[in-house]
């Protein structure tokens, strides 16, 4: 499993939002489609703390939240950070 995770749908504006701005930072990521997926949603769900939309993105070991606590931490210049700190751990 890749330390970069989300969970998306289908048809999800703010998942292809937040896939394109991961894609253009050039990190690998993992993405897990609930679509139709009762079971998975609701791990989703639980692992999330309650968010019930999609996208939900984890950065290692860091729940980020979905699209726009994802682009906020890049305004805020905190992405690189984030992304950096999930090299050399275990995949
Ligand atoms: N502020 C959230 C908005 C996410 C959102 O509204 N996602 C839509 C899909 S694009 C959603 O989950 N709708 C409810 C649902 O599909 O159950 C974010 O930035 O991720």
Do not use: N, W
């Amino acid at each position: 499993m890749s330390k970069i995770e989300i969970y998306t749908t289908r048809y999800c504006p703010y998942c292809s939002s937040a896939k394109a701005l991961l894609t253009r930072k050039q990190v690998q990521f993992t993405e897990i489609d609930v679509s139709g997926d009762s079971a998975i949603r609701a791990a989703m769900v639980e692992r999330a703390g309650g968010r019930m939309t999609v996208p939900q993105i984890f950065i290692g070991d860091t729940h980020v939240g979905g699209s726009d606590e994802l682009h906020d931490l890049e305004r805020a210049g905190k992405l690189d950070a984030l992304l950096e700190k999930t090299k050399g751990q275990a995949a």
